[in-house]
């Protein structure tokens, strides 16, 4: 069964770093590139950016891109998102998701982590 | 503001149709056949719907149907059923690499 496993729940103060997770499980992982996807309370969906395990080549939404750092280790099926300094306005739910090529659609998703900011 | 244009809100009563429009441009809808079709019950995850415009994946009720004309998508529920109601969001490949997202549509079974 494939499964993406996200981090739990985050509470932490404006100006702190943080790296939350996804992890992949019931396939080959590095097969798959996996996206983020933010939903600020109340809002729709935002790709955030997107990351080939195989090689670690990113590609980031301009509205992120120099705001977040997304990763990966393929060794232990993991991808990440991570901020340096954090904001009251990165207070969002946050998927992962995976896909084979960016324009192929995302058939499975990470249950979602919560962060909160304040 | 989502770069993809949907209707805030439809409804429809049970066993109507409904259709949901994700209006985008020349740069995304309009160059690709790469729409997706994701609905999102209250505090759960989004799930695929429709991809490739009007493709649907394995388990998805073909009361669910997707279809394109130049920059504008629609998904289309006939038979509506109660378990429908939730937020229905279009997605498009982009010219740019990237991903855009439409801004969601809330649908409610009368």
């Known amino acids: 069964e494939v499964q993406l496993v996200q981090s739990g729940a985050e509470v932490k103060k404006p100006g702190e770093s943080l790296r939350i997770s996804c992890k992949g499980s019931?396939?080959?992982?590095?097969?798959?590139?996996i996206s983020w996807v933010r939903q600020m309370p109340g809002n729709g969906l935002e790709w955030m950016g997107r990351?080939?395990?195989?090689?670690?080549?990113?590609k980031y939404s301009p509205s992120f891109q120099g705001h977040v750092t997304i990763s990966a280790d393929r060794s232990i099926s993991t991808a990440y998102l991570q901020w340096n300094s954090l904001k009251a306005s990165d207070t969002a739910m946050y998927y992962c998701?995976?896909?084979?090529?960016?324009?192929?659609?995302?058939?499975?998703w990470g249950q979602g982590t919560l962060v909160s900011v304040s | 503001q989502s770069a993809l244009t949907q209707p805030a809100s439809v409804s429809g009563s049970p066993g109507q149709s409904i259709t949901i429009s994700c209006t985008g441009t020349s740069s995304d809808i309009g160059s690709f056949n790469y729409v997706s079709w994701y609905q999102q019950h209250p505090g759960k995850a989004p799930k695929l719907l429709i991809f490739?415009?009007?493709n649907r994946p394995s388990g998805i009720s073909h009361r669910f149907s997707g279809s394109k004309s130049a920059n504008t998508a629609s998904l289309t529920i006939s038979g509506l059923q109660a378990e429908d109601e939730a937020d229905y969001y279009c997605?498009?490949?982009?010219?740019?690499?990237?991903?855009?997202f439409g801004g969601g549509t809330k649908l409610t079974v009368l």
């Open positions: 990351i080939d395990p195989t090689n670690s080549n990113t």
């Open positions: 997605s498009s490949y982009t010219t740019r690499s990237t991903l855009e």
């Open positions: 019931g396939y080959t992982f590095r097969s798959y590139w």
């Open positions: 490739d415009v009007s």
């Open positions: 998701t995976r896909h084979h090529l960016m324009q192929e659609p995302f058939d499975f």
